[in-house]
């Protein structure tokens, strides 16, 4: 049996993966990188993007992630998600509703803090029309 890393990804909600599987590959801020067994100490800031779940020598699985840190050492890597959602389950309504919800929150916004949390919901959810693309 070939070597696996333990996957971790837990969202505040709740664990959403937890298995031992061939790679990850994570959205990080300073590019995708891809967790193996024996790979170095990292830790990493998540961008919003798309994690694939390598295993049987094909990707199994990815979710979208909407930013957050990740973990790696030799035989385990730790996702902790600000929020998750596998791409099966993203529509093309969702997605329209959060990005019109976004782009009003920037229209609102009043203070300098509320137009940066407003142009990080447009990211995520230009992240997320791109993921469900």
């Known amino acids: ?5 333990q996957f971790e990804l837990v969202s505040p909600a709740k664990l959403l993966v937890s ?3 061939d790679m990850v ?4 801020t300073e590019g995708d990188f891809g967790a193996l ?3 170095s100490p990292v830790i990493a800031t998540v961008r919003p993007g ?3 779940i390598h295993d049987a020598g094909k990707v199994a699985d990815r979710i979208f992630v909407a930013g957050g ?3 790696v050492n030799e035989e385990r890597i730790t996702v902790l998600a600000e929020e998750a959602i596998p791409v ?10 959060r990005l019109v919800a976004a782009k009003d929150a920037l229209d609102d916004a009043r203070t300098e803090a509320e137009k940066v949390a407003a142009e990080k919901k447009i990211a995520v959810a230009n992240a997320m029309k ?3 693309a």
């Open 1 to 5: 049996m070939a070597e696996k890393i």
């Open 19 to 21: 298995s031992a599987v």
């Open 25 to 28: 590959v994570v959205p990080g």
């Open 37 to 39: 067994p024996r790979h």
């Open 50 to 52: 798309v994690i694939d």
């Open 69 to 71: 840190f990740a973990e």
């Open 88 to 97: 099966a389950d993203l529509t093309a309504a969702m997605v329209e509703e």
């Open 130 to 132: 791109a993921a469900a």
